[in-house]
């Protein structure tokens, strides 16, 4: 049977002439790893959908809180990051073992440009701690079985889904994703989630999604209060429960975006 964690990655998966979401995320947060078409469409986006850079940067601090409480208060030492995208500032093993140098994290993608640069990345990381599986994240079941023996899957993990079911166009796709994922974890698990909304002030970003849509890569869905929420069902909300990431556990007045974030708890 052939390793996820080893199958080595082609240089024709990588499309240059193409925008994809991990990089044009990459520009939106100010980083350079990116090709001309994907800075071309993400300033397109931004040009219809201003507040996008917002959403992104509220979600990648959305990550930090979530890990912080995770490994620190809910006492969690053991992490499943799928669709990580290219690695920035404040990822999650750095932030995990700032309160715990014992976490082990496990990060998954499905691009090549991912995987070159977590591979660089995690070279100095203690041997076995971090690893990254080149997985896509509609393949829970290989998802499980790659994050082994990195994870100890008899014990809590906490699995972080941060912009990533909204590439499932599907929603019963993206619900047997996590249903499969938690299933296999045990008791004081946790689940971690942002999901882009046309509610809480995104009804803008609809013409930009269907821009997307037609110019990049892979497609995107936007889902309303009831549908994720519905992700997190038989779990037990950590509070303040469904809010907006740039919200959730943050300073006082912090301005909100259209993209929601929650924690849950397996009982």
């Known amino acids: 049977m052939t390793d996820p ?11 240059s002439d193409v ?10 947060l100010g980083g350079t790893d990116n090709y001309p078409v994907d800075r071309a469409v993400g300033d397109r986006v931004t040009a219809m959908y201003p507040s996008i ?9 959305f990550l930090g809180r979530a890990v912080r409480y995770l490994a620190g208060e809910a006492g969690i030492r053991q992490f499943l990051d799928i669709g990580t995208g290219l690695p920035t500032a404040g990822n999650t ?7 715990s140098p014992d976490c082990r994290v496990v990060y998954v993608d499905n691009d090549p440009a991912v995987l070159a640069h977590a591979r660089a990345l995690l070279a100095g990381s203690p041997q076995g701690a971090t690893v990254y599986v080149d997985a896509d994240a509609r393949d829970p079941e290989r998802i499980l079985r790659a994050a082994q023996p990195t994870l100890d899957l008899e ?6 889904l941060l912009g990533i079911l909204n590439f499932v166009l599907d929603t019963d796709e ?6 499969t994922l938690m299933d296999a974890l045990p008791s004081g698990s946790h689940l971690v989630l942002t999901h882009p909304t046309l509610e ?9 999604m269907r821009f997307w849509n037609e110019h990049a890569t892979p497609p995107i869905t936007a889902r309303g ?15 303040p429960g469904v809010v907006s990431c740039a919200q959730w556990r943050a300073e006082p007045g912090a301005a909100r975006v259209a993209q929601f974030g929650a924690v849950a708890r397996k009982p």
């Open 5 to 15: 964690r080893t199958t080595p990655v082609t240089d024709d998966r990588v499309r």
């Open 19 to 28: 925008a994809h979401n991990a990089r044009v995320w990459n520009h939106w």
């Open 53 to 61: 850079g917002e959403v992104a940067r509220a979600d990648r601090a």
């Open 93 to 99: 093993h750095e932030v995990a073992r700032r309160t």
């Open 155 to 160: 014990r809590p993990v906490a699995v972080l």
């Open 174 to 179: 993206a619900r047997r994703i996590v249903r």
């Open 200 to 208: 809480l002030g995104g009804e803008g970003n609809e013409a930009a």
């Open 225 to 239: 209060r009831a549908e994720f929420a519905g992700f997190l069902a038989g779990l037990d909300l950590v509070e």
